[in-house]
């Protein structure tokens, strides 16, 4: 008798055309708006992403990018449309603004490999104010012939105390001295000084920037928010714009019909966000509520003395929220430190410090999202005076919040390790001087841009002041990779002390840290 076989255990039958085979695939060559689109669909439609981009036209999606982005308000659809910009032959003053975006990505000519002293520089327009012209040329010039002076003395300073490996070539001993030489060196490029930068980043970050530049006091940063406006609106460079152009001449050549469907599809225009963008304008809540939180800072601090404060001020006492947010909201709109502008917050009443926090949120328009210094609450809140080149190193990590103070000489200049060595510190420090004094007679000139035009001389080495607010996995990142021995020594500098300041206060959570003393000679050889 023939046994009857077990049933198989198969898997359930899929209703007939069903495919459970995952599909993943990249796509290129659709419009960031049309794609935008495309992937917006995906909530309103079964379409699959290849049938969607077949049936959409640029004309399509701006219909619906009117509707759903603009009428109802549903700004997630522009995170879907990324757009890359180059931006080139600005300062690094509003490069340093442009960036301060916690949703970007980007790269930045590096000040710590390249020599600028070729680059250029920025010129604001200073009108009849003929002196105020003359004496902001001056420095800038003085300010480059001492970064080439020190670059040359510290470099040569370098081949007389650093040996060369013998496994090492003589090209590759000398490039990584050169760069050590740049890292010094840097910190005499005044903010006027031209760089270069690309970013990419997604619409509705593009249009926070705009507004934001379009809202700056300053008026190069101003005029850079117009021209990102006008290049995220009209046509996009093609890399391969003149090959294509020139093979449907060619196609055109041959078949006169060809060609002109050829040149729909080789030749098209494309513009990137025309959409997305085309409503970014300058944010009156931005504009009033700086000048009425500049104003009640100085009311409360009352001109007093800057009081001293450390390299890096970790403030992590017990304060209420509502401390917190006042403080960082008039924090943003003076020179003070931290603690002293606490001290004086907390000595409020409560009315009167719920009425400070009321000034960030009074001109708040109906689709204003809130100032960046409401972005309260984090346990751990350093408090950094370091020099400007250093920062902008700093600034790069976007996980966490940062808080920025204007630039100004009030806090004086930091002196590079290697000036001292190299013998040119009276050199160093005499440029140093005379740049901030600059500063301070270029700030107290006439015309309502005098101030903002002032800042263009103070060289990268001068110090400046910004409140980092983050969570311990942040704090733990940024010491244990800033402080690695391929690191600038300014920055190194910071991230050790900030693990000084977290095994201070929190010691049971020190040995968690990964990082490199500071104070141990590191090879400069190492990069």
């Not at 680059?119 to 105020?132: H, K, V």
Request: hydrophobic fraction near 40%; charged fraction near 25%.
């Amino acid at each position: 008798m023939t046994e009857t076989p077990p049933a198989r255990m198969d898997a359930p039958a899929l209703p007939e055309g069903r495919n459970n085979q995952t599909e993943v695939f990249a796509v290129h060559g659709a419009d960031p708006e049309v794609l935008a689109y495309a992937m917006a669909k995906y909530s309103r439609s079964s379409l699959s992403m290849k049938e969607s981009l077949r049936e959409i036209s640029s004309q399509r999606a701006e219909q619906f990018l009117n509707t759903f982005y603009f009428q109802y308000g549903h700004r997630s659809i522009a995170d879907l449309a990324h757009v890359a910009f180059a931006v080139e032959r600005l300062s690094l003053l509003a490069a340093i603004v442009l960036v301060d975006e916690q949703r970007w990505d980007g790269q930045e000519r590096s000040t710590r490999y390249q020599n600028f002293r070729k680059s250029g520089w920025y010129m604001p327009d200073f009108g009849a104010d003929t002196a105020s012209a003359t004496l902001y040329r001056e420095t800038v010039e003085q300010l480059f012939a001492a970064y080439h002076s020190v670059f040359e003395a510290v470099f040569a300073s370098l081949k007389g105390r650093v040996a060369k490996p013998e496994e090492m070539k003589p090209e590759t001993w000398e490039r990584t001295l050169k760069a050590r030489a740049f890292d010094v060196a840097r910190y005499l490029l005044p903010l006027a000084t031209n760089t270069s930068l690309g970013q990419i980043v997604n619409a509705r970050t593009l249009e926070t920037q705009i507004s934001r530049l379009l809202s700056n006091p300053v008026a190069e940063v101003r005029q850079l928010g117009v021209r990102l406006q006008s290049a995220a609106s009209g046509a996009a460079w093609n890399v391969y714009g003149e090959e294509l152009s020139a093979l449907q001449r060619e196609i055109a050549a041959l078949d006169p019909a060809l060609g002109e469907r050829a040149a729909a599809l080789l030749t098209r225009e494309v513009k990137t966000a025309p959409t997305l963008v085309k409503y970014a304008a300058p944010s009156d809540y931005r504009t009033r509520t700086r000048l009425e939180l500049r104003q009640a800072a100085a009311e409360l601090l009352k001109d007093e003395p800057v009081e001293a404060a450390p390299l890096v001020d970790l403030v992590d006492d017990a304060d209420s929220l509502e401390i917190d947010l006042a403080t960082t909201l008039l924090y943003s709109q003076c020179h003070y430190p931290y603690r002293q502008i606490r001290r004086h917050v907390a000595a409020l009443s409560e009315t009167l410090r719920n009425e400070m926090i009321a000034l960030g949120v009074r001109h708040r328009g109906s689709h204003d999202e809130l100032l960046r210094e409401f972005a309260a609450g984090q346990a751990l809140r350093f408090d950094i005076l370091m020099d400007i080149g250093g920062f902008r190193d700093m600034h790069r990590h976007r996980r966490c919040v940062q808080v920025l103070q204007g630039f100004t000489s009030a806090h004086g200049y930091a002196i590079p390790e290697g000036v001292p060595e190299a013998g040119v510190q009276p050199l160093y420090e005499e440029a140093m001087r005379s740049a901030h004094a600059a500063y301070a007679a270029l700030a107290a000139g006439s015309g309502p841009e005098a101030a903002e035009s002032a800042q263009y001389v103070l060289p990268l080495g001068t110090k400046n002041r910004t409140l980092f607010k983050m969570d311990f996995a942040e704090a733990l990142y940024i010491s244990e990779l800033r402080s690695a021995p391929q690191g600038h020594f300014s920055y190194r500098r910071v991230a050790w002390e900030m693990y000084r300041a977290v095994e201070r206060k929190h010691p049971a959570l020190a040995p968690y840290f990964r990082v490199t003393n500071a104070d141990e000679p590191v090879d400069l050889l190492k990069r």
